[in-house]
């Protein structure tokens, strides 16, 4: 453990809905200017972890504390920036009232609203009321609420749900910008890849525990799988038929082989079809290996 204070410190959590259990002894810490997504299937425990987090949920087992505070503090709450799903605005409110209003309650000054309405592409928009904004504008506005007070610790839940892919691609590169200055964010999202790009670590959580908690390209690496392209006359039972390989798949005019030893099976393709070409040897990406890793657990399980 380092000295320097950790932005979120999550210790034996665990917690239940009646019979169901959500989480089943998560640690979890966060540290400043870290940037961790909380990955892993629907159901795996994902916005538990992130009410309990931020004190919306009282811990049944172990603690949450967010810069050594209690997260069900005022005081402590402040220094989070939130965005959730689940949360309501009120229907009476324009965008520019209720990001001022965000503003206003932690501690910032009212015209801090104008910059993040401008990052967010919000501005046209913020004589509107939030019964007239489509879903991913109401995300933006969650978000614009959230980044408004300058927080230490961003908390995100499946903040890209509803976005296109311009949105999303805006929205990470949102995210790196205020990584870089120093805040602390903790997003859960399915968006694997995505996450990849711009977490510093991953978590994946499954049926309430963590599997891993490691840099992307350190779980990536732990997945011995290679996939192998190639434009070949091959039919599909004869590249079955090769050694090592895991499965075979058509893209277009190529073919995309599994395997965990390339550099036999390429012995063997190449000595097959001297016509081949278009080859390419590819590492798993972070969604094979989060996959990976939860298929592992259901065999287990
Ligand atoms: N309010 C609730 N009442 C009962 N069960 C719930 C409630 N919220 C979540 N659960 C259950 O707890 C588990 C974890 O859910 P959740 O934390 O929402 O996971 P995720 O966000 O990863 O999809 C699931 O089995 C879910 O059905
Ligand atoms: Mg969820």
């Known amino acids: 453990m380092g000295t320097t204070q950790a932005v979120l410190t999550v210790e034996g959590l665990r917690h239940r809905y009646g019979e169901t259990v959500a989480l089943d002894g998560v640690d979890l810490r966060v540290d400043p200017g870290e940037c961790v997504a909380l990955l892993g299937p629907n159901g795996a425990g994902k916005s538990t972890l992130v009410a309990l987090a931020v004190g919306l949920l009282v811990p049944q087992h172990g603690t949450v ?13 402040r220094r989070l920036g939130v965005a959730q799903q689940t949360l309501g605005f009120p229907n009476t409110l ?30 046209d928009l913020a004589p509107r009321r939030v019964p007239k904004l489509s879903g991913g504008q109401k995300q933006r506005v969650q978000l614009a609420m959230a980044l408004v007070t300058e927080p230490d610790l961003l908390i995100l839940d499946e903040p890209t749900v509803g976005l296109d892919t311009m949105a999303r691609r805006h929205f990470w590169q949102i995210l790196a910008r205020r990584r870089a200055q120093g805040t602390a964010v903790l997003v859960t999202t399915h968006l694997i890849e995505e996450s990849a790009a711009v977490a510093d670590r991953v978590v994946v959580l499954d049926r309430g525990r963590i599997l891993a ?25 004869e590249l079955e038929r090769l050694p090592d390989v895991l499965s075979v798949r058509h893209e277009h005019d190529l073919v995309k082989i599994q395997t965990r030893s390339p550099e036999d099976l390429l012995r063997v393709l190449l000595d097959r079809d001297p016509a081949l070409s278009e080859l390419r040897v ?12 939860t298929a592992g657990e259901e065999m287990a399980a």
């Open 65 to 77: 504390r967010i810069l050594g505070g209690d997260p069900r503090r005022a005081a402590t709450r």
């Open 94 to 123: 324009t965008v520019n009232e209720l990001v001022t209003g965000a503003a206003v309650r932690g501690g910032r000054r009212p015209a801090a609203a104008g910059p993040i309405l401008a990052e967010l592409g919000l501005t």
């Open 213 to 237: 908690d490691a840099p992307p390209q350190e779980l990536v690496s732990r997945l011995p799988d290679r996939t192998v392209t190639a434009r070949t006359g091959m039919d599909q039972a």
């Open 282 to 293: 590819q590492d798993a990406g972070l969604e094979e290996a989060v996959v990976a890793l």
